[in-house]
């Protein structure tokens, strides 16, 4: 080791080798950024604070306890740990999805946000935000489609033949039911499947115009009331159309009775005065029968042990919409 003195000034180094290192903290003084202060040899951003003291060495804005390269002022971040920076790195997260693809660049769990709400897909429950969740959901990732009928891989909005059975949707009353087309009565039951299919009280298999509402080829009308009759003493001999029941029909249409069977019962005595049960329509609706009234039709009756029945048959009538009200009478036998 060499001493020289120079303008009275101690020089220390290594003369012989003409390396210098004033501060003697074992780095040359041209290698030292601060070569008088032994506490200190880089000082990265040229601030003159040596990078022991300096809080950001590289002058970056990111305190270097913060900074995965604290002396790279053009990096801070390495999401992925992989020795890149974020700025330098084509994939942050390291999902294998490079960042311009990526909505999350910076998680590697998640890269699609499909409705834009701020929750990738992995954690949102509904993907496309259209009120169906992924789970119930044939098309997650479709907001205009949720729902795919016939498993065709169109959506139900855009088919035309939601199930696929040959009629369009809008010509199909059930369009979600392969097995139906047709509901002549809306009742929500299909054709197919109804056993009334125009909803008139008449089987189908009972029923010529099983399509038409408004034709009816029986009116089976049966009646069972203990204020059904029928005894001399409520009329005298040869009395015409003495009233023993009054009853009303309500229609939402105009509406075709076919062939007419009545059937009532009811209690009375063992008269056999009685001549003729008849049936009529009661035009004016005054409970009696009048000349107007509609004679429908005419039948017979027995009593057996006191028990009254009642078998009248008429021809088609044909009804108006409303409430109609008919009559049965009968003649005593003078």
Do not use: C
């Amino acid at each position: 080791m060499l001493v020289n003195t120079i303008n009275g000034a101690f020089l220390l180094g290594a003369g012989a080798s003409g390396q210098v290192d004033l501060d003697g903290d074992g780095v040359t003084d041209a290698l030292d950024a601060l070569p008088v202060d032994p506490t200190e040899i880089q000082d990265t951003d040229g601030d003159g604070i040596g990078n022991n003291k300096d809080g950001d060495d590289d002058n970056d804005g990111v305190a270097d306890e913060f900074d995965a390269f604290p002396e790279d002022p053009s990096e801070s971040m390495d999401t992925d740990g992989n020795g890149v920076g974020d700025n330098r790195d084509v994939d942050d997260d390291g999902d294998g999805v490079e960042d311009d693809l990526d909505a999350f660049p910076l998680d590697p769990l998640e890269w699609e946000d499909t409705d834009s709400d701020g929750i990738g897909n992995n954690a949102d429950a509904d993907d496309d935000n259209d009120g169906v969740e992924d789970s119930e959901d044939l098309f997650p990732l479709d907001p205009s489609e949720s729902a795919d009928t016939d498993g065709d891989g169109i959506g139900n909005n855009a088919d035309t033949d939601d199930d696929n059975d040959g009629v369009e949707d809008v010509n199909d009353d059930l369009p979600l039911d392969p097995e139906e087309t047709v509901d002549t009565d809306m009742d929500g039951i299909g054709n197919n499947a109804d056993t009334d299919d125009d909803g008139d009280g008449v089987a189908d298999d009972e029923d010529s115009k099983p399509l038409d509402p408004n034709y009816w080829d029986t009116l089976d009308a049966s009646v069972t009331a203990s204020s059904l009759s029928l005894e001399q003493s409520s009329a005298v001999k040869g009395d015409q159309d003495v009233v023993l029941q009054v009853f009303q029909l309500t229609t939402n249409l105009q509406t075709t009775l076919g062939s007419i069977t009545f059937k009532a019962s009811g209690t009375g005595d063992e008269s056999t005065g009685v001549e003729k049960v008849r049936w009529y329509l009661d035009v004016n609706r005054d409970g009696a029968v009048d000349t107007g009234d509609q004679l429908l039709g005419e039948g017979s009756y027995d009593l057996d042990d006191g028990r009254l029945n009642l078998m009248i048959t008429g021809d088609p009538l044909e009804l108006s919409a409303g409430e109609h009200e008919f009559i049965i009478a009968y003649d005593l036998a003078p």
